[in-house]
């Protein structure tokens, strides 16, 4: 990635307290447009997963300046067959990165998705949240009481998925559940 371009990925972080509990906050490197989306489709849909590195190497930046705790990195996990299909989870790939830069423990089969879900693309807010109810499970309770975790995704757009995911890990006892994500689409400040 050329110096312009990962300069613009870290001009505006994003950084939220509470937004939607049980997160206790999520960050990002900025708002999902220009070269943020850019990079997170090349990833995802171009298949150019050394990005994965470059990203997360800004996010655990992010995370240093954030002061946030350590934590156990939880990447949110893709239902099997759309991995089959990908052949990657680009959230392990970014949550890899960032446990690698920080020297935080990574597990990625802590959470599972048990129900495949449609696209989250064009869902309006009810509707992610109604798609994503109930998709996800822990898969080891016993690594999460008393726990703090980061969950990491590529994008946070209403907060349905990291919801989900975080009120999984809150419900087998977690103490404390927080985020990161590459992009924040519709973010308005706050």
Same mark, same amino acid.
């Given at each position: ?45 171009? #298949?150019?997963?050394? +990005? ?7 996010? /655990?930046? &992010?995370? %240093?300046?954030? $002061? ?10 893709? #239902?099997?067959?759309? +991995? ?7 959230? /392990?790939? &970014?949550? %890899?990165?960032? $446990? ?27 509707? %992610? ?62």
């Amino acid at each position: 990635m050329c110096p312009e371009c990962q300069a613009a990925l870290i001009h505006e972080p994003i950084i939220q307290h509470d937004p939607l509990p049980p997160l206790l906050g999520v960050g990002a490197l900025g708002a999902f447009d220009g070269v943020i989306q850019t990079a997170v489709h090349a990833l995802k849909y171009d #298949h150019i997963t050394d +990005l994965a590195d470059v990203l997360g190497g800004l996010l /655990a930046d &992010l995370l %240093r300046q954030a $002061a946030w705790p350590q934590a156990t990195i939880v990447p949110v996990p893709l #239902h099997s067959s759309r +991995l089959q299909q990908r052949g990657f989870n680009q959230a /392990a790939l &970014l949550g %890899r990165a960032i $446990a690698r830069n920080l020297g935080w423990p990574f597990d990625e089969h802590l959470l599972s998705r048990v129900r495949q879900t449609a696209s989250q693309v064009g869902l309006g807010y009810h509707e %992610r949240q109604v798609n994503v109810r109930d998709a996800f499970a822990v898969e080891h309770p016993d690594r999460v009481q008393g726990a703090s975790f980061l969950l990491v995704d590529d994008v946070y757009t209403t907060g349905a998925t990291l919801h989900e995911c975080a009120a999984c890990l809150a419900e087998q006892g977690a103490s404390a559940v927080r985020a990161v994500v590459v992009g924040r689409a519709g973010f308005a400040g706050g």
